[in-house]
């Protein structure tokens, strides 16, 4: 009956009643399917993160100074402490140098304390020169006033007054003079002992910079560390773009990207579960930073490993998961066990085992977990959902379970 409709009906109408009786067949049959009892557990959401692995800090060593390298104490692979002498420039065209300039320093200041020990002896002629003079003129000022005395009394004569008054002014004149002369004197001594000053100041800076030079001929390690990288070669000058590299890898770190719907439940010192490609073996890493700038929606992120027994390399690759969320006492399934119609609804079979059909019950998703996803709906502890042959089966089909699972 239906072959003859079929073939009497227009193509399109006879294409849906074949898929109507297909639906109806597929309804009458017993469909066997795998399931599992629904049970009450724990879901960590987390968010997958990779790289590779990275020193925490690394150091390009050059001198401040260049030259000539004369000797390499270390190799690629040697571990180094802070301090340790790494290359060391050639010392010939440094001494020479500082021979010259030395020689230069020191004449330099020879002649300034020269200079200095003349003026000294000129200030103090000066000194007793204004010395003399000014009992000079005390002793003139005490005749005038005497034969002021006397010719006011009628002794002296006008003579004497004004040879007297003569004396004590000639006196006066070169008293003047001496005190002129000495502070002229003063401001060559002061004069001399500024430039004594400046050339001693001088000598000592030559000094200390040539023990800077001569200490920056000895490049040493500013940190503890692998020696990863030794671009310098012996008997050739050192450049700017030559060193020495040092990784402390006592903490390795991972950078990674991580989505901004999840920035805010990331916090620092948050623990992270790693594993080595490779190796079967996890890592504890802490989140150490976390950065508020973002670059296409995503945020950087650092984790530290901390790398005591140097069993990790950098370059290692390792992934792992961030958690940034946990519920206790929710249902979860398997992600393929969900079924999902074309409006992105999202179902479960479930499992009426008086009258062993399937009911598809519509759940609403929570958080997930590696291929786990928490459901939410109208259903109960224990209740059976098929996991395997979901896709087979409608709403009301009857099933037979031929692999009952005791749970997640």
Not at 68 to 81: A, C, E, R, T
Not at 113 to 130: F, P
Not at 275 to 292: A, C, F, K, M, N
Not at 385 to 394: L, S
Request: proline share 2%; hydrophobic share 35%; with cysteine.
């Amino acid at each position: 009956s239906m072959t003859v409709m079929a073939g009497c009906m227009p193509q399109g109408a006879s294409d849906k009643a074949l898929e109507s009786q297909a639906e109806v067949e597929k309804t009458m049959e017993t469909i066997p399917v795998e399931t599992i009892a629904l049970e009450e557990s724990s879901i960590d959401e987390a968010v997958y993160t990779f790289g590779y692995l990275e020193g925490k800090d690394a150091y390009f060593v050059t001198p401040y100074g260049s030259g000539i390298v004369d000797k390499i104490l270390v190799d690629v692979g040697d571990y180094v402490s802070e301090g340790d002498l790494l290359y060391q420039l050639l010392a010939d065209d440094l001494a020479l140098s500082e021979e010259r300039d030395m020689l230069s320093r020191d004449s330099s200041v020879t002649s300034a304390r020269t200079n200095l020990e003349s003026q000294e002896l000129s200030l103090a002629q000066r000194e007793s020169d204004i010395s003399l003079r000014k009992l000079t003129l005390n002793t003139a000022k005490d005749t005038y006033e005497k034969t002021v005395s006397l010719f006011d009394a009628g002794v002296s004569s006008k003579l004497e007054l004004d040879n007297a008054k003569s004396q004590y002014d000639q006196a006066l004149i070169s008293y003047d003079q001496a005190n002129l002369t000495y502070e002229s004197t003063r401001i060559s001594y002061n004069s001399a002992k500024t430039s004594y000053n400046e050339a001693i100041k001088n000598y000592e800076l030559t000094v200390t910079d040539y023990d800077d030079r001569e200490s920056d001929l000895f490049v040493t390690a500013p940190i503890s560390g692998l020696v990863t990288e030794v671009s310098v070669q012996t008997d050739m000058m050192n450049g700017g773009n030559t060193g020495v590299t040092i990784v402390d890898d006592s903490v390795m770190v991972l950078k990674v990207n991580v989505m901004g719907k999840f920035i805010n439940a990331i916090e620092e010192g948050q623990s992270v579960e790693l594993t080595l490609e490779y190796e079967e073996r996890t890592l504890e890493g802490l989140v150490t930073d976390i950065s508020l700038t973002a670059s296409s929606g995503y945020y950087p992120v650092e984790i530290s490993i901390t790398n005591s027994d140097k069993s990790l390399i950098a370059g290692m690759f390792t992934d792992g998961y961030i958690k940034t969320n946990t519920k206790s006492d929710v249902t979860k399934v398997e992600k393929t066990t969900l079924i999902q119609d074309i409006y992105k609804n999202n179902y479960v079979y479930v499992i009426d085992e008086p009258s062993m059909t399937a009911s598809m019950v519509q759940v609403e998703l929570g958080i997930e977990e590696d291929g786990f996803v928490e459901i939410i709906g109208e259903f109960e502890v224990g209740d059976q959902v098929v996991v395997i042959g979901q896709d087979f089966i409608v709403d009301g089909q009857p099933v037979i379970i031929v692999n009952n699972s005791v749970g997640l």
